[in-house]
């Protein structure tokens, strides 16, 4: 009788449980919404961090500056951080260049050194320029080598328009199209089998034109956009190696195609600062309820340093600290501990995160969820299952909950499949967490933004990027309050169709602890 007095109690009054639960989660959601709209300091965040601080190569001064200004940031909102040392980097420090055309007439070129090349040592260095010619083998391509002594290296092809397609499609005739477009594929094919006759990959390249005295290495690798180009890493030891705006290397190509002996200077002032820390800064708000279990919100905080890293990926780490500013003045007793990550070195191979999950057992093996974003500034506009079998069913129940306005055009995908390695969200799938891309509209971000030296505030969508932060808070409040953990079932992977193998859940990958010493 005293079972049926139980039972019938619990029957009567679970309709008013769930109702007093209902309401206050649209009470909380409210609270986050007004909070973003009222308190919102993503302007004022975006201006210190791209601005103040700038790029945030690891292993350089500007990434430390972030992680001590990041730490900073969590404190003045009352939210515990720490700096948690990872691994070593090698230092460098970029300083002031200059590169100019002095032959056959002055022009000041638009080029940045690339990350750890070797500097100048405090002056110029002028010198006429060659291009890798286009030779039989790579017997030819060791007897040409000792004509690079003394010269600026040119290693990039030709581009045969600087107008990116869009441009064409819009302006030109569908057979002048068309005919730019095979042009441009013959020279790309061309120039491929050119550099690969050198029998040489592109670090070896590299060091084989230092070793034979070559003055420095220039090269343009144009990123299909008026004015952009991407920024990467240099390979060389001893000489500098800068990468040039698509117009002004073609003026260079064509200069040195027609015999004018165009003369450059090139002054780069980096310095090496040794081995340094390399960091992540992880944010905490401790639960009282149920502290060993957690949920995270993550992005990268390193950036490559051809620009300011603005929506690679501070976009995306204005987003998480937003959501936990939210967060902590309307739900600042979580059911779960909610953490945020802000990774180092994931530009190197997600090395921060992936160490994190390495380091940090008891808190992967308790993870309700991590929440991952990390390209660009565009509205999240699809998030998908990851590849765990049961993820609709609490993704669906918590995406329920946020208001018509903030999942405009969203797509979901269920149950997905699992990240392989594209950001940090990997990390965590490869140890078996639930952990979600929130994945954003495009604006253009693979040509103009995404390792490019365009990637800077004014692309900036603050309007976006406040509608993220509320889907994203929500999503860690409800993730919060959900009183079943989510399954950890994963789907059965597909034949892989090029093995003939059935698929596998990609495995956990050990960190660079490391880098840049090789």
């Known amino acids: 009788m005293r079972k049926l007095r139980c039972l019938l109690l619990v029957t009567c009054f679970l309709p008013v449980f769930i109702a ?98 070797p500097g100048t040592k405090g002056k110029p260095v002028t010198a006429g320029l060659i291009i890798i010619p286009d030779l039989k083998d790579s017997m030819a391509f060791r007897e040409w080598l000792p004509q690079v002594k003394g010269k600026f290296v040119m290693i990039s092809m030709l581009q045969p328009t600087g107008r990116p397609d869009y441009n064409w499609e819009e302006f030109g005739t569908k057979e002048s199209f068309e005919k730019m477009k095979k042009e441009r594929t013959a020279l790309t094919e061309a120039w491929r089998k050119r550099l690969n006759k050198t029998g040489l990959k592109p670090k070896e390249l590299a060091l084989e034109l230092e070793k034979a005295g070559a003055a420095g290495i220039i090269g343009s690798y144009w990123s299909s956009g008026f004015g952009v180009n991407k920024i990467f890493s240099a390979h060389t030891k001893s000489i500098p190696t800068v990468d040039i705006a698509l117009e002004d290397y073609g003026l260079l190509y064509r200069l040195v195609e027609s015999g004018r002996n165009p003369r ?34 993550s992005a990268h905080f390193d950036s490559w340093d051809g620009a300011t890293g603005a929506t690679d990926n501070g976009t995306g780490t204005l987003v998480m600290m937003e959501a936990m500013r939210i967060l902590k003045k309307v739900y600042p007793n979580p059911k779960r501990t909610i953490l945020a990550g802000h990774w180092g070195s994931e530009e190197q191979g997600l090395n921060g995160s992936r160490a994190f999950v390495e380091d940090h057992p008891e808190i992967v093996n308790n993870m309700q969820a991590v929440f991952n974003q990390d390209n660009g500034t565009g509205r999240v506009v699809n998030i998908g299952g990851a590849g765990f079998l049961h993820s609709y069913d609490y993704i669906g129940r918590w995406l329920s909950k946020v208001p018509s306005d903030f999942k405009k055009g969203l797509e979901t995908k269920f149950p997905g499949s699992p990240a392989g390695g594209g950001s940090d969200n990997a990390s965590f799938v490869a140890a078996g967490v639930p952990a979600f891309s929130l994945s954003s509209n495009s604006w253009l971000y693979g040509s103009y933004t995404w390792h490019t030296n365009r990637d800077t505030y004014d692309k900036i969508v603050f309007d976006d990027l406040q509608n993220n932060a509320v889907l994203t808070a929500i999503l860690v409040y409800m993730a919060c309050e959900d009183q079943a953990k989510t399954s950890r079932e994963k789907i059965i992977l597909p034949v892989n169709s ?7 859940w990609p495995e956990h990958r050990k960190p660079t602890r490391k880098g840049g010493v090789d």
């Open 20 to 117: 007093v639960a209902q309401q206050n989660d649209s009470l909380v959601i409210d609270a986050i919404i007004k909070e973003a709209n009222n308190g919102g300091i993503l302007q004022k965040m975006a201006h210190e961090l791209m601005d103040g601080i700038g790029p945030r190569l690891v292993g350089s001064p500007k990434m430390q500056q972030a992680h001590d200004w990041a730490k900073s940031t969590y404190a003045n909102w009352g939210i515990e951080a720490r700096n948690e040392k990872w691994g070593e980097w090698r230092g460098w420090e970029r300083g002031i260049s200059h590169i100019d055309m002095i032959h056959p007439w002055v022009k000041s070129l638009e080029g940045t050194q690339l990350a750890w090349s």
């Open 264 to 297: 450059v200077s090139i002054q780069a002032d980096s310095k090496e600062t040794g081995i340094v820390p390399t960091y992540n800064t992880v944010a905490e708000m401790k639960s009282t309820v149920n502290p060993g279990e957690y949920v995270m919100l």
């Open 498 to 504: 090029r093995t003939g193998e059935p698929g596998k």
